[in-house]
């Protein structure tokens, strides 16, 4: 019980806004990254995602935990609407890619619907001037297994095909947090 409160604090502290994050109409940092889709690892890449239109960049604290879980089985359920208004998603985290292995598949939450990209020294992250801590020892995730990794926290940006980033999007609830996203890519789309 000890563990899972633990990793629960842990998570939480994650999910603050990062207060630095960059803000709409700055560049958005280009990125390659081990990334899994559906089980399946392969090389992902932001600059050719973007050829196909608008890109939903997520960073989340951890795979297998409350909220995260939340937010990937939403974005899973809404996957249909993004690409309706041109948009693709990619969720980033410092997971390692055997855990996305598993949960880009998972049915309850990424449900093959969209990559998930390993970011396990956090470097992606900081690119996007957010906050990466230090995990805590023994953190479990939901599954009973530990985590063993750090976290960044849990912030969203729209990533127009001009390399810019047109919102970012944080401190809300993991269900409101793809709401908002998915409002602001159909804005996008009714513009053009």
């Known amino acids: 019980m000890k563990r899972v409160l633990l990793g629960c604090v842990c998570l939480s502290l994650a999910s603050l806004p990062a207060g630095a994050d960059l803000k709409p109409g700055q560049a958005a940092p280009e990125f390659t990254a081990q990334a899994s889709m559906n089980g399946k690892a392969f090389h992902y890449s932001l600059r050719n995602a ?3 239109g608008v890109v939903v960049v ?4 951890s ?6 879980n939340i937010e990937a089985h939403t974005f899973s359920v809404n996957a249909d609407k993004f690409a309706a208004a041109g948009a693709t998603i990619v969720g980033v985290s410092l997971d390692s890619i055997q855990r996305l292995n598993d949960f880009s598949k998972d049915p ?5 619907k969209f990559p998930t990209a390993s970011d396990p020294d ?3 992250a900081k690119s996007f001037d957010l906050t990466v801590r230090a995990g805590r020892a023994g953190a479990t995730d939901t599954r009973g297994q530990e985590i063993g990794h750090g976290f960044a926290s849990r912030t969203t940006f729209i990533v127009t095909p001009d ?3 047109a919102a970012t999007i944080g401190g809300i609830q993991p269900a409101d947090n793809v709401q908002k996203a ?4 159909q804005d996008l789309a009714a513009k053009k």
Do not use: E, N, Q
């Not at 997520?58 to 604290?61: A, L």
């Not at 309850?108 to 093959?112: E, V």
């Not at 998915?182 to 890519?185: E, N, Q």
């Open 50 to 52: 973007l050829r196909k």
């Open 58 to 61: 997520y960073f989340y604290p």
């Open 63 to 68: 795979a297998y935990t409350s909220g995260c």
């Open 108 to 112: 309850d939450y990424c449900a093959g």
């Open 122 to 124: 956090g470097k992606i």
């Open 163 to 165: 390399d810019h980033i």
């Open 182 to 185: 998915l409002a602001t890519v």
